[in-house]
């Protein structure tokens, strides 16, 4: 897999805008400026880590990109505690199904909250819940590093090369 780095991921136009080097991205994570990381397979982006360093909100997010390059999976991080918390899951569904989006906002404590959405628009369907939230901390990632909040098989991809 490759790595390249640009200031935004254009999802209309499904391609990296304005590419940066790795020395300008370098400076831009040094400076907690918004880029973006496009992890790509010898065909296509198939992950994008969205970097915001909103410590406020969403500090940053992973798209997982089906073949469209449409994100089906949509992981977004807090930061709490120096460390990083997968707060938000979207879940996208192109099939033709009637459930369109599942959204999911989780507590620390492992409290949650489950939306579905039909067509674009949220359903009155909301469900409530707990589980365990222990996998959602994860290590604070460095520049060039993202392997805290990347699935196993990018991982393996970027070591392999």
């Not at 991921?9 to 994570?29: D, M, T």
């Not at 990381?37 to 915001?52: E, F, H, L, N």
Request: charged content about 30%; proline content about 2%; glycine content about 8%.
């Amino acid at each position: 897999m490759k790595v390249e780095y640009y200031e935004h991921w254009g999802a209309s136009w499904k391609e990296g805008i304005n590419k940066l080097s790795y020395e300008q991205a370098k400076r831009f994570h040094e400076q907690e400026k918004p880029y973006a990381v496009i992890i790509s397979d010898k065909k296509r982006p198939q992950y994008i880590v969205k970097m915001t360093f909103n410590k406020k909100g969403y500090y940053c997010g992973v798209l997982h990109l089906n073949e469209n390059l449409d994100s089906e999976l949509v992981e977004a991080y807090v930061i709490i505690d120096r460390q990083l918390f997968l707060r938000n899951v979207k879940k996208r569904y192109f099939d033709g199904r009637e459930i369109s989006l599942v959204t999911y906002l989780y507590e620390v404590d492992g409290r949650y909250r489950k939306n579905f959405f039909i067509g674009g628009k949220e359903t009155d369907d909301v469900e409530y819940g707990t589980c365990d939230v222990s996998s959602h901390f994860r290590e604070m990632i460095q520049f060039g590093n993202y392997d805290s909040i990347l699935p196993e098989e990018a991982r393996r991809g970027l070591r392999e090369g």
